[in-house]
């Protein structure tokens, strides 16, 4: 074989060696491309979800709080729970029974925490001594005999209409 044959024969290879090259390119490029698109509708359609969370939670009452930076959550833009929180007076149940507020907090708004309630007649004016809350809570709904403790400290209202038949 003569050294141009050689040459040609290399140039040849070196041909073909530039065309898997390319072909790979092509191909590494179409996938960056089609992961960009999977990735940009990943996005549009979490930014769709979030909205509509956004409009469930407002529907709900609840005010969505802003999202949060490394995980770590914000408490000065946490919504509240419950809308009505912010409309509570001072002394709305100022010189009332714990029992009393409650009916009132739990007719509006069934299943509430015990905490939640506790926080709630407190901003609403009613004043206790006791160190124990929680426990002083559970005493006077179960003495009052309308309450329901429904699990994990939630209470409700006892259903009046199937108890008396």
């Known amino acids: 074989m003569s050294k141009i044959e050689e040459a040609t024969i290399a140039s040849e290879e070196s041909r073909i060696d530039l065309s898997r090259d390319d072909d790979i390119i092509a191909t590494a490029i179409k996938a960056t491309k089609q992961a960009q698109q999977l990735r940009d509708a990943a996005i549009k359609r979490l930014l769709e979800l979030r909205e509509q969370i956004e409009r469930d939670l407002e529907t709900l009452g609840l005010k969505p709080s802003e999202p949060s930076r490394n995980g770590v959550k914000n408490p000065e833009s946490q919504g ?86």
């Not at 929180?85 to 709305?92: F, I, K, V």
């Not at 901003?123 to 329901?148: C, I, M, P, T, W």
């Open 80 to 165: 509240e729970p419950h809308r009505s929180r912010s409309r509570r007076a001072p002394t709305e149940f100022k010189g009332m029974s714990l029992a009393e507020v409650g009916k009132i907090l739990l007719k509006d708004r069934p299943g509430m925490h015990g905490s939640e309630i506790e926080e709630l007649a407190k901003k609403g004016g009613y004043k206790s001594k006791s160190e124990h809350f929680q426990s002083y809570l559970a005493v006077a709904f179960k003495r009052d005999g309308n309450f329901e403790n429904i699990g994990g400290n939630r209470w409700k209202l006892k259903d009046t209409a199937s108890a008396s038949s």
